[in-house]
């Protein structure tokens, strides 16, 4: 298949989308808006100012810039634009179900209640709903770089969005917190029937992932690309049929691999890993989940039969009901009976 029908493919494809945070879909032009709007100061005269600020050589530079961005967020409504303006991106990808990230102690050490953040994002995503049938659910990260009784306290902070959250995961600066030093609230989050999924293996070594695996007991690894380093522990993600959420651009931009040609997602599909692929911070790494796809189709790494198995993964690693799921794929074969 040529690069120009895989790319008429992945538009075609309903995917999900497992790993993507949502402060991260801030758009220049958008953290203009809200500095103007909320009369917040920031650190760049033009939108093409901050484009130029995003070059990183590890996560630690991105994350600067990030947490410096998010200060522009401060009211209900700015999260809902936010998360709406996400979802028009995503909806236009033709992905049907998408999972976000939230850090929710980037807003309340700034004196932003848990509330308006969650309620903001919840009211967004209820529009997209109705605005474009695109299911969601959000995930609560727990900043690694500080430490666990500050996690713990926003856990029970997040208890009276109980039934509004679908999980908590953990995410910022991997090297130095590995996901041992989180194993206390993962086990709460646990019991209160939350789904637990981490950041490990991007920046961090293969152990980290072990740790994420035993110690916090994850549903789903975010990132995990260092695991490859490890054959047994590759055998042992396979054989536990845990799903990967992969973000291409993000490591490219990150330097976590090379380029994209040296990306690892063709030798993780050929392990048999189940892999699926995400866009992380859009706003800052080059693009949304469709320029993932296409950039990894346009280094040759992928194929037809490649694409079908990543959206399919998408959907069965989500935390979506089974009927749901099962909808989803049977839309995604649909596309692949399609004449071409
Ligand atoms: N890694 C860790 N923390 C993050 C990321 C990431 O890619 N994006 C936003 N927070
Ligand atoms: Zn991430």
């Known amino acids: 298949m040529s690069v120009a029908d895989l790319d008429g493919l992945i538009a075609a494809l309903p995917k999900a989308e497992l790993h993507l945070h949502i402060e991260g879909s801030l758009e220049p032009e958008m953290m203009f808006a809200l500095a103007r709007r909320n009369r917040v100061a920031i650190p760049f005269a033009s939108v093409d100012e901050v484009r130029a600020a995003y070059r990183f050589s590890r996560l630690q530079d991105f994350l600067d810039i ?49 509330g308006v953040v969650v309620e903001g994002l919840l009211a967004g995503m209820a529009e997209a709903k109705a605005r474009h049938g695109v299911s969601s659910g959000l995930i609560l990260c727990f900043l690694r770089h500080l430490d666990e009784a500050a996690a713990l306290a926003t856990l029970r902070e997040a208890e009276r969005f109980l039934d509004r959250i679908i999980g908590v995961g953990l995410d910022s600066s991997e090297l130095g917190h590995p996901p041992g030093k989180f194993a206390r609230v993962f086990a709460r989050a646990g019991a209160m ?3 637990r999924v981490a950041h490990a293996g991007e920046e961090g070594p293969p152990d980290y992932v072990r740790e994420a695996l035993d110690l916090l007991h994850i549903d789903r690894l975010d990132h995990g690309n260092r695991a490859m380093e490890d054959p047994a522990l590759v055998a042992r993600l396979v054989r536990e049929g845990l799903t990967l959420t992969v973000c291409p651009l993000s490591n490219v931009k990150l330097c976590v691999v090379a380029d994209m040609a040296a990306h690892p997602i063709p030798r993780m599909l050929a392990a048999g890993l189940r892999v699926t692929v995400n866009s992380d911070d859009p706003a800052y790494f080059g693009g949304y989940v469709n320029d993932n796809f296409r950039a990894l189709a346009a280094a040759g790494g992928i194929g037809r039969a490649d694409l079908f198995q990543l959206a399919r993964n998408s959907f069965t690693g989500s935390f979506l009901p089974e009927a749901d799921k099962a909808r989803h794929l049977a ?3 649909a596309v692949e009976n399609m004449p071409c």
């Open 66 to 114: 990030y947490y410096a961005g998010a200060e522009v967020l401060r009211e209900a409504e700015d999260f809902a634009d936010l998360a709406l303006a996400y979802f028009d991106r995503a909806a236009g990808d033709n992905v049907r179900h998408a999972e976000i990230f939230f850090d929710p102690q980037t807003h309340t050490a700034r004196g932003i209640p848990l």
């Open 193 to 195: 029937g939350l789904k």
């Open 331 to 333: 839309a995604i074969t």
